[in-house]
């Protein structure tokens, strides 16, 4: 069983569906976190990180700790505005340093434009803590990214981070996945027509299945430990399962929670549904349990 608040909601997103306009949308992205006020007890930082215009989200004194929030959108659109509550939530029960990022985005900004805002970014940190010391966290597109950023650390032999939790990840752009066809009429948030035009913005000339575009086909021996959360009325359901697939397959620890019934990156609606409170709680032990063993 659901509750109220979690089926009003999934009614409320069928109603008032994201516009197809990708300007149109990253405005309607930015009202949703608005929706979601931070907490009086957040510290918030505005600054920069890698180049990129960043906030800094904090409520521990002096935290040894930092995550590294890569916001989702269909590498479209998303940023600060729409992941600052996530990233103060996850400050708040970690005791990290959590920084939220905007890396350029697609169209105006195709492949490797991300991915080399991720390698800036991560080389700053790096210039104050461990990798060990630091955290990655990514919803949907982010969480893809994430994931081709790891696999790139890998292949070049740089530190890597201490865990990385991805929330629904879309990290097969090739849009080939059953769960697409299964899935699209339940899913209220991500069509399948808009992330194929998404996923050419993204690739530009590099064909879509390339592992550095759709990490569910990378190598990742030696891979930190990472935990998946996807629900089962998503038409991503298969990305998750296909990229914790590829890291078993790697020996890598990967702890997959699939919940029945949950639509697209459920947790980052933490504010409104016990689900997402609850799913995001389970992440945030996830990140601070490996935290303790480094």
Not at 109 to 132: C, F, M, N, Q
Not at 161 to 189: F, V
Request: hydrophobic residues 45%.
């Amino acid at each position: 069983m659901h509750s109220e608040a979690y089926s009003a909601l999934v009614a409320q997103l069928f109603a008032s569906p994201m516009p197809v306009d990708i300007v149109e949308m990253r405005a309607a992205y930015v009202a949703m976190g608005d929706a979601f006020p931070l907490p009086a007890d957040v510290r918030v930082t505005k600054t920069q990180l890698g180049g990129r215009p960043c906030e800094w989200l904090e409520v521990a004194e002096n935290p040894r700790h930092m995550v590294l929030v890569v916001h989702g959108g269909g590498y479209c659109i998303g940023g600060i505005e729409s992941h600052r509550h996530l990233g103060g939530e996850i400050a708040r029960q970690t005791g990290a340093r959590v920084a939220v990022i905007d890396y350029r985005l697609a169209p105006e900004h195709p492949y490797p434009a991300g991915l080399d805002d991720l390698r800036a970014a991560w080389a700053e940190l790096l210039a104050s803590r461990g990798g060990d010391q630091i955290a990655l966290v990514g919803d949907s597109a982010g969480a893809g990214l994430a994931m081709a950023f790891v696999a790139d650390l890998l292949r070049t032999a740089q530190p890597l981070p201490a865990s990385i939790y991805c929330m629904s990840p879309w990290a097969d752009l090739s849009n080939t996945a059953t769960s697409r066809s299964l899935k699209r009429e339940i899913d209220p948030l991500a069509s399948i027509d808009q992330l194929a035009k998404m996923a050419g913005y993204y690739a530009g000339d590099i064909p879509v299945s390339d592992p550095r575009i759709s990490p569910a086909f990378a190598d990742f021996r030696g891979a930190p430990p990472v935990f998946i959360q996807a629900g089962t009325a998503e038409v991503l359901m298969d990305d998750a399962l296909n990229l914790a697939k590829s890291l078993a397959d790697a020996d890598v620890d990967v702890d997959v929670e699939l919940r029945a019934g949950m639509i697209h990156v459920w947790p980052w609606f933490f504010p409104a549904i016990p689900e997402g409170a609850e799913a995001l709680a389970r992440a945030c032990a996830f990140i601070a349990r490996n935290f303790q063993s480094t």
